[in-house]
Every structure is written in C-alpha cells, then in structure tokens.
C-alpha cells in the first residue's frame, strides 16, 4: 500500500459523552457545578473562570488564532488567553476535570488529552480558527540529491491521528518515548515497512531532523529518528524554538522536520521561509486547533459564552 492509499484511511474516534450534571436552584438564581445561571437560565462559565481562557506558549499559531477570536466574538469581550506551557495547560486541564470544573483551553489534536479525556472543540461559526489543518514533511533543498535515501522514507511518511495518540498517551502515563515508540514501530511492522519498501540500508549516513518540543511533534520525531537509525543512519534530533525550527530547515542547518502545522498554526513561518525548502506534504491529516472544553461542560459554541460585565 503507497502513500496516497494511506491518506485515504480515515480513523474515526468517536468518545461517548458523559453526563450532563443535574441542576440545582432557588426561586432567585439557579447554580450548577459547571457555572451559574443567571435570570435567562444561561451558564454563565466566564465568572467561574475569572474570563480565562487556558493557554499555551506564546506565539503558538493557537494562541494567537485565540487572541483574535477575543477580539472578533462579542461574547468573549473582556476574556484573557493566559499564557504558559503546553504541559501546564494539560496540568490545569486534568484538575479541572477530576473536580468537574469548568475550564476552556487552546486546544489541538492530534493530542493524547482526546484519548484520555472525555472533550469536545466549541464550534467556531466566525471560522477564526480555520479548517482542519495538516501536519506536514519539509526537507532542505539539496536533500533528494545528496542524501536520497532519507528523502524517500521521509516522503513516505505517513500515519493517523489515532497512531501518534496511542504514543502521545503512553508517554502522559510515564513511558519514556523512545519506549512508547519503539513499541508502536513493533508493533506496527507493516505500516513501517510501507515508509522503507524499496530503500537500500545506508552506512552511517548522518541525518539532522528538528521539532518543537508539543507533545505531537516529539512522538513523530522520535518515531521517524527511529525509523531512520534502523536503516543505517546515524540520526541527530533537535528541540528548537517554533521560527528557529523553520530557519534551520531553510537555511540548510538542518534536514528536515515532520512538524508544519498548516495552513493556518505555522502560517507565519510558512510565509517566510516556504520557498526555501521542499513542502513533501502531510504526513497526518485532520490536525485541528480550536477551543476545546470538557464534555460536561452544557456548552457547545464560542457564541454561547458571556461577555464580561
């Protein structure tokens, strides 16, 4: 099976909702644990969270789509987008949820929060978080020619979001993920077979692969690195910053990276530096940004939230 086969097979998760939580009121003003209600019988969540919105590091395509959405939604005047970390936000995320608070986070997927947690996107009518993105392979201009065999198994790259979740989960437990995805390369021989079908062993070739360190972008590079060194390269990997990421692409420092969020995450640096390195297109699709809430929570759309008085 080639790679355009694999990128017509859709994984489709689908989590069973939890339980709304009963009201409970008076004849004044009725309260739920997930927020209060005020005379129109709206939840009102934003007095509950202070107006927050939980973020990530600043300057995450994310973030910024939801800096913008504070500004183009009528209900979300006067919320903040509090910036930290991704593990942060997923720390703040799991408290909330085992005390069945409300909380709402810049969320993405792939991501093993999906796997673990019950949650759900807020539907996005303004469409200021776009449509479902890729997640794609871009290598240095040179590479094909220099180094042909890492170009083809990186341009055969390709999985689901249900393969890099299962990985991303493992390592939220405690695995370490070199482990994790070791083990998901056994166990998944075949799929593995498919990125080297026809590639002859190298001898110690060196090879440099770059990422940003969100939870995604270490799964996949672990598992491509891996991928590599058992073909014969002697593979190096790279945390580095967002926009350092794309430089070092671009500018031939490095070799390549399986961690484009496009079109709208990476927009930014796709802009400047696209035209200096080879776009091998997507290796997972379906990517998605957006603010995302736990199920519990009896809200469904950004527009349902409430302005700050």
């Known amino acids: 099976m080639n790679k355009a086969t694999w990128r017509k097979l859709g994984l489709a998760a689908a989590a069973a909702p939890m339980m709304f939580l009963a009201a409970c009121g008076n004849d004044d003003e009725a309260t739920t644990d997930?927020?209060?209600?005020?005379?129109?019988?709206?939840?009102?969540?934003?007095?509950?969270?202070?107006?927050?919105?939980?973020?990530?590091?600043?300057?995450?395509?994310?973030?910024?789509a939801s800096e913008q959405a504070t500004e183009d939604y009528e209900s979300l005047e006067g919320w903040e987008v509090v910036t930290s970390s991704s593990g942060a936000m997923a720390t703040e995320l799991g408290s909330a949820i085992d005390n069945e608070e409300p909380i709402i986070v810049t969320g993405w997927s792939p991501h093993w929060k999906f796997q673990k947690y019950d949650l759900k996107y807020l539907e996005d009518p303004n469409g200021v978080f776009g449509d479902a993105e890729t997640i794609n392979t871009m290598v240095r201009e040179g590479l094909e020619e220099e180094n042909p065999e890492a170009y083809a198994i990186l341009d055969n790259f390709y999985w689901e979001t249900a393969d890099i979740e299962s990985i991303m989960l493992e390592v939220s437990n405690g695995t370490a993920v070199e482990d994790a995805a070791a083990t998901w390369i056994e166990e998944n021989s075949d799929r593995v077979a498919e990125w080297t079908d026809g590639i002859e062993a190298?001898?110690?070739?060196?090879?440099e692969l770059v990422?940003?360190?969100w939870d995604t972008e270490v799964a996949s590079t672990t598992v491509v690195g891996q991928v590599l060194e058992a073909q014969g390269f002697?593979?190096?990997?790279?945390?580095?910053?967002?926009?350092?990421?794309?430089?070092?692409?671009?500018e031939g420092q490095a070799d390549a990276m399986v961690a484009a969020w496009l079109p709208g995450t990476h927009a930014a640096q796709f802009e400047t530096y696209g035209d200096d390195m080879v776009n091998l297109g997507e290796?997972?699709?379906?990517?998605?940004?957006?603010?995302?809430v736990p199920s519990y929570m009896d809200i469904d759309s950004i527009e349902d939230l409430t302005a700050a008085e």
């Open 283 to 292: 290796n997972l699709e379906g990517a998605k940004i957006g603010f995302v």
């Open 211 to 213: 990422y940003v360190e």
């Open 234 to 250: 002697d593979v190096k990997l790279t945390p580095l910053d967002n926009a350092v990421m794309w430089s070092a692409v671009a």
């Open 34 to 64: 997930e927020g209060t209600a005020g005379e129109s019988g709206e939840v009102n969540y934003g007095e509950e969270m202070n107006y927050k919105i939980t973020g990530i590091e600043p300057g995450a395509g994310v973030v910024a």
């Open 202 to 207: 190298v001898d110690g070739s060196e090879i």
